[in-house]
């Protein structure tokens, strides 16, 4: 069975100072990483993915993402967090073949001026 | 990317009633997922909705609580029925076109109440 883990409820950062928000996954085969942003009162908004390739994802906002697959993991980061950074972030994990996009529980990132 | 809508944004109902949710996409996808995302918590899938085929439903969800339409390519409707306090969530609409590698992109919601 897939499973994801984000071992941290919260992650407080200052602003200017680099971010990561951790992401272990569990999955058979090969697996789909997502990270997606939740701002209050929002929907879930796409950051980036790794499918194949280079282990360094780049996506939006100047987030990035490194897929290790030794340590299974897919951790979130940022080099300079900023405010309107403050969210609710979600990794996520799909399995080969069709199986269904797993979340993990969320970290909420309070970024402090 | 996929824009997506959903209706109504919020709403507050009684005990015992239904509410239909409306998701509407810019553009035709094969699949279409609803969530549920309970207060402080992740996202549920509630089911999968493909055109043309009855919904499939999680465990623990139920067609006759959660029935689902999806009459066409751009459009589903999720109705929770009978509802309860315990059904108080906000509910998502998602779409992937290919559901082997594409993103799921995701509605903004519907937050529910229920006195």
């Known amino acids: 069975a897939q499973s994801v883990a984000q071992p941290e409820d919260q992650v407080n950062v200052a602003e200017g100072n680099p971010l990561t928000v951790k992401c272990t996954y569990s999955?058979?085969?090969?697996?789909?990483l997502f990270w997606y942003v939740q701002y209050p009162n929002r929907g879930l908004q796409f950051l980036l993915k790794?499918?194949?390739?280079?282990?360094l994802v780049k996506g939006s906002y100047g987030f990035e993402a490194e897929f290790n697959k030794s340590q299974t993991s897919f951790h979130l980061k940022k080099p300079s967090a900023l405010v309107s950074d403050s969210a609710l972030y979600f990794c996520?994990?799909?399995?080969?073949?069709?199986?269904?996009?797993?979340f993990g529980t969320g970290t909420r990132l309070l970024v402090s001026p | 990317s996929a824009v997506i809508s959903q209706k109504p944004s919020r709403d507050i109902c009684q005990r015992g009633t239904s509410l239909t949710i409306q998701c509407q996409v810019d553009?035709?996808?094969?699949?279409m997922f609803w969530y549920r995302q309970q207060p402080g918590q992740s996202l549920t899938l509630i089911a999968t909705?493909?055109?043309?085929?009855?919904?499939?439903?999680e465990s623990g969800f139920v067609i006759d609580k959660f029935p689902i339409s999806r009459p066409n390519l751009t459009f589903s409707t999720l109705t929770v029925s009978n509802m309860s306090p315990e059904d108080s969530s906000i509910y998502l609409c998602?779409?992937?076109?290919?559901?082997?590698?594409?993103?799921?992109?995701f509605g903004p919601g519907t937050r529910l109440t229920v006195l």
């Open positions: 998602s779409v992937d076109r290919d559901y082997i590698t594409d993103t799921q992109y």
């Open positions: 999955v058979s085969g090969n697996p789909y």
């Open positions: 790794y499918i194949t390739g280079d282990n």
């Open positions: 996520a994990v799909r399995g080969t073949g069709f199986q269904k996009l797993v």
């Open positions: 553009s035709q996808v094969t699949m």
């Open positions: 909705a493909n055109q043309g085929s009855e919904a499939t439903y």
